[in-house]
């Protein structure tokens, strides 16, 4: 069955690029929202994340992607001046909930991917932020075409980028200290299905 998922979500990202690069944006954008859920559902039912103390990890990253977007939006001091769009789901006082939910499915694959190879707490730190780092660049070319965000000037700042990497690596410091550990296997397939997704989006956006 987890084999079947994980063929089922190559074929929900590919089916999107191939419609986008078609010119039905207003088809497949509008529901990204369903696509995190899809994100959602397998990191549950796979990482796992129904233990206790998984739950209470993937809640206080949530919190803390929440927290820290709150502040973003409403003050400019974190990662510049932004705004959410509409095609991010609800939203809790101009934060959509599944930005929170990105940055515990976020922290949860690449705390994985990168304790499968290293074992030093400052080395998975280090690695893990940088590949979160590494999609959120790829996304930010792409958010404003998308309506998921867009920032004041057209483009994300450096300071967008090095706060990204020190909440991230805070993330998985918790996460290491924790003993996090999960599904290899879903967590590299969750992690490069996004990485893919943006880059070629980023690449028709710019070809069109």
Not at 84 to 89: K, L
Request: aromatic fraction near 18%; glycine fraction near 8%.
């Amino acid at each position: 069955m987890k084999n079947v998922l994980i063929v089922f979500l190559w074929i929900v990202h590919v089916s999107a690029i191939i419609g986008l690069a078609l010119g039905y944006d207003d088809f497949f954008l509008p529901k990204s929202p369903f696509t995190m859920l899809l994100l959602l559902g397998l990191l549950v039912a796979y990482f796992p994340v129904l233990r206790t103390k998984n739950i209470l990890l993937f809640l206080l990253f949530m919190a803390a992607g929440m927290g820290a977007e709150w502040i973003g939006v409403h003050t400019g001091i974190l990662f510049g001046d932004y705004a959410y769009g509409i095609n991010f789901g609800p939203k809790l006082d101009g934060i959509p909930y599944l930005i929170g939910t990105n940055w515990g499915i976020l922290t949860f694959v690449t705390h994985q991917i990168v304790t499968r190879f290293f074992k030093n707490i400052w080395a998975i730190a280090a690695l893990g932020a940088s590949l979160m780092v590494l999609l959120d660049f790829f996304l930010e070319q792409v958010c404003a075409y998308a309506g998921y965000w867009s920032f004041e000037g057209g483009v994300a700042d450096w300071l967008n980028y090095v706060c990204w990497f020190v909440l991230a690596f805070i993330l998985h410091i918790i996460a290491r200290r924790a003993k996090l550990t999960g599904d290899f296997k879903i967590s590299i397939h969750i992690y490069i299905v996004q990485l893919i997704f943006a880059a070629t989006l980023w690449i028709i956006i710019s070809t069109t």
